[in-house]
């Protein structure tokens, strides 16, 4: 039943080693987001991809990276972890983007740097 | 530009009590408008949506009517039960804006907490 899953659920990597983070679809959308939630504030968008198109936040630091292999899968890579980037990261998707479509959120997967 | 401002939590009821969580919008042209709400080390799940002026979004006894003339989305639910704790995300998505394709824009989240 699972729409948008994401793994591991829980992270925990060293200050400065590189982590992956996965995330997969049953839906067959053409639009992948991820997130990042810091504790009690709202999550905020590091990027997205439509289909295979790319498109990165302004402000979304050059330390974060993505990978969309196919249609089913997109990947968050963080090439050297700070403990700034401790965070749940989520992931979402969309049918198209246009605005009267439904982001749907997989689990979150938290992220602890030591 | 675009912004969501919800009401400051945390708001504390007891158990059947009124729930009323504020939202209000900026926005360019007609956004689509969400409440998202969250448990405890969970993700986002979607509660409603409603995708034009006047329209209400309903979904597990909660409401909310998208008020085009005050830019508002209240949210509201006649009887909280425990089970409802949770953080409460207001949210848009303005027509397409170029690269930022249907990019969700939240207010800060209320942290809701019924008592028994």
């Known amino acids: 039943d699972a729409m948008v899953i994401q793994n591991p659920r829980y992270q925990v990597t060293q200050f400065g080693k590189p982590v992956t983070l996965s995330c997969s679809q049953t839906?067959?959308?053409?639009?992948m987001y991820w997130y990042q939630q810091k504790s009690s504030q709202a999550p905020k968008l590091l990027f997205h991809?439509?289909?295979?198109?790319?498109?990165n936040e302004a402000d979304t630091p050059d330390n974060f990276q993505s990978r969309r292999p196919n249609t089913s899968f997109c990947f968050l890579d963080i090439r050297s972890p700070g403990l700034g980037d401790a965070a749940m990261y989520l992931c979402?998707?969309?049918?198209?983007?246009?605005?009267?479509?439904?982001?749907?959120f997989g689990p979150g997967t938290r992220l602890t740097v030591l | 530009g675009n912004s969501v401002t919800q009401m400051e939590g945390p708001v504390t009821l007891s158990e059947e009590a009124f729930l009323t969580i504020n939202c209000t919008y900026t926005?360019?042209?007609?956004?689509?408008l969400f409440w998202y709400v969250q448990y405890p080390g969970e993700g986002l799940q979607l509660l409603l949506k409603?995708?034009?002026?006047?329209d209400k979004g309903s979904n597990k006894g909660f409401e909310a009517t998208y008020r085009k003339e005050t830019t508002s989305f209240h949210l509201e639910k006649g009887s909280v039960q425990v089970s409802d704790s949770a953080v409460y995300f207001c949210?848009?998505?303005?027509?397409?804006?170029?690269?930022?394709?249907?990019?969700?824009?939240f207010g800060r989240g209320t942290q809701l907490t019924v008592w028994p």
């Open positions: 979402a998707t969309s049918r198209r983007g246009v605005s009267t479509d439904t982001q749907y």
């Open positions: 839906l067959n959308h053409n639009v």
């Open positions: 991809y439509y289909d295979k198109d790319f498109n």
């Open positions: 926005a360019t042209g007609y956004p689509s």
């Open positions: 409603a995708t034009k002026a006047d």
């Open positions: 949210a848009l998505i303005a027509p397409s804006e170029g690269s930022t394709l249907g990019r969700l824009y």
